[in-house]
């Protein structure tokens, strides 16, 4: 997919064409843009629409210490109803970020401990914190959830059923999880998973505006 003359659809700032992009994040207004469905080829600015993403709300008070981020994660439904077996302890989503992990093994493993942490989500009602930006289109996050699938479930599928076993998938969110980032260790304010990170120089501090923004929700 060739990128020409794009910007943002909302307040005109034109983005840096990257080819096979699907998820743009405005540097003006930060909103997220992904281009419709059905575009071939050059993408008029036009073409590009809203992509809905929010702030998972944090669930334990933000850390004294470490730089306050947000990640951009891929929450992938897993549709377990569509194959008519039992769930069990079976994760019932994919956790995938979508940003600063070039190598897919690497990907997977983050992905797989984020997949596998036990509870609860809901996102913000109302945020003025803006997004990080997001590097995993679409259709990657489709493809590397199934893999994630395959390393998180015990027992099903056997590696030999792998290549035959479709894993149901529903449409995907993009929504942004608060991490605390201490030097190379991300750790998450939502599952509580920690880990080791190497991008986190690609997300810049956002504590002011996370205090800010539960001050407000919480008032
Ligand atoms: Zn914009």
Redesign the pocket.
Known sequence: MILTRLQ?P????PFEPVDDRRVFV?D????SFSPSPSVEGAVPSTELVALERAVVRPQRPLPAEGKIVLLPVWFVPIRWDALNVTVGAWPTEVRLPALGLARTQLLIKFASHLTRARGAWETLPTSRLTHAPAELAMEDAFAVSELVVFASVEGWPRDEQADRVEVPLGPPRLLDLPCQLDGLRLTDLVFGRSQHFEAGDSLRDQREEMALSLNEIMS
Do not use: F, M
């Open positions: 943002c909302h307040c005109g700032e405005c003006g207004c930060r909103q």
